[in-house]
């Protein structure tokens, strides 16, 4: 009787989470909405496989902050349960092996240590102490140790020296730093002089041992990953990646190699020679191999990622994908060691594939959704991860492998998610550039009538090897995009990840070429094939190099009504003497502005200002490093000055991205605005 009221609330609830997305009497999502929703990551399986822990990250407009906290979920099913409710950040939980305690990083006392708690309840607490904070906590299998990470300084060898030269920085009324090599500044923060390193510590507390000591980064300062430092399975050894390459110096490195060390110090051995990016070692539970991703060009970072198969005792590597023209994102490795489960992403969704370690053969086992964070269960039958979708913020879902079946396992968004009318993602293809297919995604506004005509919105992606995906993006949301009443369009132009590395490798050298093309033959296509879509009511949105595109878009064409440029490239030369890692630009413009001049020019949006007559709003943040703030400062110039309508909105506490909560209110109200005063005229 009891497991049938069990098996019965599991189905009651999973109706009731599938419902919510598919309400009828919803309204569409407002941006009071969209704060709402709570964003769920990092599950984590117990030892057992009876319980998950996973992090929820919750907004708070008022407080413009944002706060975390760790969850437990039952595997069989059940309403989930939150373990730390502190008001300062709980993140990065991790099981001791024997399913007792969890270790997680916390800020409750202000600079962030690892902490501990037993994961029925009760009081955590603290587990570190040291000065310079930690993140990134794991256990050694035999849950006798623990590692974390930490920035020092990489001549200090005790935590009294890095203590004492942070309180003479903070104390000192001098600011100013003298650089003597490039990367002096990454992303969004300068570089103080600190290395990331890895440090083991006894799990019951006591001193910390630093496993990667020299003026090196673990993981590197750039295309690691989130698995880049991790124990042996008998827990003696530890593998991580760094990047000891001289070009690092000059911010020309993408050599990130694996390093293997004991965990009692000494030797630091390196065991990749490939000179392009090596990251993510897992070894094997039997202790046999490491397996890792691996790039084969050096400088190009959206390179192919394959899987190699590192023999520990031949010291041989073996490319196991090497027949897979996809990109390996996440590795997991089977119980027997026999297989190994990866993903890769293909036509904006993500497969879920079975690699053969004695043949080397890729089976696709699960595809057609978005999926992330691969967690494999003690019994190896089954695997837990976050899915989601356009209309769908990510929720727990457990495959069984066997049977293939697919089940929600958490519904943490469904009170909210029933008040909202989102509609899923519809998919079209159409001839581009040079006769190739290419795909997008269309989505339509809540309430959508078949009969009206809608203003068309184009989105188009940064990166420029990246793609649109069909999930719920919490910064360039579509549903939010679409919610005022427009239709939606993303197209994966050439250039985009998930259609072949040939599809992907062709934007370089050619930014406004094909992918310009493919967008001007997808609004044709659009216009020609959808009756329902406004001709003459279409604007164009973009970040980074969407930005660029947009910026690309207003010297090239008159056919949008309007244009709002993020954080794009205006000037390609300044570009260049402004950004931080630059091998990027000089594999994409095939050298630098005085080796190849003519490649700067050529792609360079800032030498066509006199075609410039589209409205546009400009959008940039200081702190912002990889496309300073002053590219959007020249285009906002260009257009006052040639008398085009123009806005800029300018966030003094921003990077790349705009992340706290009042920040992102200004930023769509101010392009929710920007669209209806000419798209709603």
């Not at 497991?3 to 019965?8: D, E």
């Not at 293809?429 to 184009?458: I, S, T």
């Not at 040639?642 to 966030?651: A, E, I, N, T």
Request: glycine share 8%; aromatic share 14%; charged share 25%.
């Amino acid at each position: 009787m009891k497991k049938l009221s069990r098996a019965f609330f599991i189905f009651v609830f999973v109706l009731s989470c599938a419902a919510s997305i598919t309400a009828t009497d919803a309204h569409p999502i407002t941006f009071d909405d969209f704060i709402r929703i709570k964003r769920i990551s990092d599950p984590q399986i117990s030892p057992q496989g009876d319980q998950i822990a996973f992090v929820i990250t919750a907004m708070d407009k008022d407080k413009n902050t944002s706060n975390s906290d760790i969850w437990i979920q039952p595997a069989k099913g059940g309403e989930p349960w939150q373990l730390t409710s502190s008001p300062k950040a709980d993140f990065n939980p991790r099981w001791s092996p024997d399913g007792k305690k969890i270790a997680f990083i916390s800020t409750r006392k202000g600079i962030p240590q690892v902490w501990m708690i037993d994961y029925r309840g009760g009081e955590a607490y603290p587990l570190t102490d040291i000065s310079t904070g930690t993140s990134g906590v794991i256990w050694s299998p035999q849950g006798d140790h623990l590692a974390f990470l930490s920035s020092v300084y990489p001549d200090c060898t005790d935590d009294d020296c890095n203590r004492k030269r942070n309180e003479e920085k903070k104390k000192s009324l001098v600011k100013a730093q003298i650089f003597d090599e490039l990367l002096f500044r990454h992303w969004n923060a300068w570089r103080d002089g600190t290395r990331s390193h890895v440090f083991v510590t006894p799990a019951d507390g006591g001193k910390y041992r630093d496993l990667s000591p020299g003026d090196f980064d673990v993981p590197p300062i750039s295309l690691g990953s989130s698995h880049d430092y991790t124990f042996s399975p008998d827990g003696k050894e530890m593998c991580f990646v760094r990047n000891t390459d001289p070009k690092l110096r000059l911010g020309l490195g993408t050599n990130n190699d694996l390093f293997i060390s004991s965990i009692e110090g000494g030797d630091i051995i390196k065991i990749t020679e490939n000179r392009a990016n090596d990251n993510s070692p897992h070894y094997s539970p039997d202790g046999r191999y490491i397996a890792y991703r691996a790039m084969r060009r050096p400088g190009f970072e959206a390179d192919r990622y394959c899987l190699m198969l590192y023999d520990r005792k031949t010291k041989h590597i073996t490319n196991l994908t090497e027949k897979l023209d996809a990109s390996v994102a996440e590795i997991i490795w089977s119980l027997e060691s026999s297989d190994i489960y990866i993903t890769f992403g293909e036509k904006g969704r993500t497969v879920l594939a079975r690699v053969s370690i004695a043949d080397q053969v890729v089976e696709r086992i699960l595809d057609n959704h978005t999926i992330s964070s691969l967690q494999l269960f003690p019994d190896g039958k089954r695997l837990v991860f976050l899915k989601q979708g356009i209309n769908a913020p990510s929720e727990l879902y457990v495959f069984d492998v066997a049977s293939k079946s697919l089940d929600p396992l958490t519904c943490i968004n469904g009170p909210i998610l029933e008040e909202l009318a989102m509609n899923p993602a519809e998919e079209f293809w159409f001839e581009g550039a040079e006769g190739d297919k290419v795909h997008g995604y269309l989505l339509k506004p809540p309430q959508f009538e078949p009969d009206k005509k809608y203003p068309l919105v184009m989105l188009i992606h940064g990166g420029p090897q990246g793609a649109w995906h069909d999930n719920f993006h919490y910064r360039w949301n579509a549903q939010m995009f679409a919610s005022p009443g427009y239709i939606v369009a993303m197209i994966n132009f050439h250039g985009s990840t998930g259609y072949g590395q040939d599809f992907t490798d062709s934007i370089s050298g050619d930014w406004g070429g094909r992918p310009f093309k493919d967008i001007m033959l997808g609004l044709d296509y659009l216009l020609s094939h959808y009756d329902f879509m406004d001709k003459d009511k279409v604007g164009a949105a973009g970040a980074s190099y969407g930005g660029y595109m947009i910026n690309w878009i207003e010297g090239h064409t008159n056919r949008f009504t309007c244009l709002i440029s993020h954080a794009g490239v205006f000037d390609l030369r300044s570009m260049f003497g402004g950004t931080e890692e630059l091998w990027f630009p000089e594999w994409e413009f095939q050298g630098t502005p005085w080796t190849n001049p003519d490649q700067y020019k050529k792609w360079s949006p800032s030498f066509y200002v006199q075609n410039f007559k589209t409205p546009c709003l400009v959008i940039h943040g200081q702190y912002d490093f990889r496309l300073p703030v002053t590219q959007g400062f020249q285009l906002f110039t260009a257009l006052q000055r040639m008398h085009v309508p123009s806005k800029l909105l300018y966030f003094p506490d921003e990077g790349h991205f705009v992340t706290k909560p009042q920040n992102a209110q200004l930023w769509w109200k101010t392009m929710h605005g920007w669209l209806a005063e000419y798209l709603k005229q």
